[in-house]
Nanobody, 115 residues
Framework: QVQLVESGGGLVQAGGSLRLSCAAS????????MGWYRQASGKQRERVAH???????NYADSVKGRFTISRDNAKNTVYLQMNSLEPEDTAVYFC?????????WGQGTQVTVSS
């Protein structure tokens, strides 16, 4: 069992930056994929970005060029650097970890971008 704890959310003005962290209780070295998802009020959860065990990354079109996902296996932590934030980025952001057999989710952290 892996527990994921997100942090780093908050209130920021449009154009600002935040860095989210996802700390895992166990090793993330063998996690096939680590990702960030978000869910805005009244909307479905959507994928924001993911990073594979090999370090390959993929982003939703809406955040390309603004967000960067990275992982530090030594610290069992995944990060999401968010720049040029827009009000449309307001949502609860969730961390997700995929193994061959299981999917783990964190509890989420709120990001609010004011205009």
């Amino acid at each position: 069992q892996v527990q994921l704890v997100e942090s780093g959310g908050g209130l920021v003005q449009a154009g600002g930056s935040l860095r989210l962290s996802c700390a895992a209780s166990g090793s993330i070295f063998n996690m096939n994929v680590m990702g960030w998802y978000r869910q805005a009020s009244g909307k479905q959860r959507e994928r924001v970005a993911h990073i594979t065990r090999g370090g390959s990354t993929n982003y939703a079109d809406s955040v390309k060029g603004r967000f960067t996902i990275s992982r530090d296996n030594a610290k069992n932590t995944v990060y999401l650097q968010m720049n040029s934030l827009e009000p449309e980025d307001t949502a609860v952001y969730f961390c997700r970890a995929d193994t061959m057999s299981y999917v783990f989710w964190g509890q989420g952290t709120q990001v609010t971008v004011s205009s």
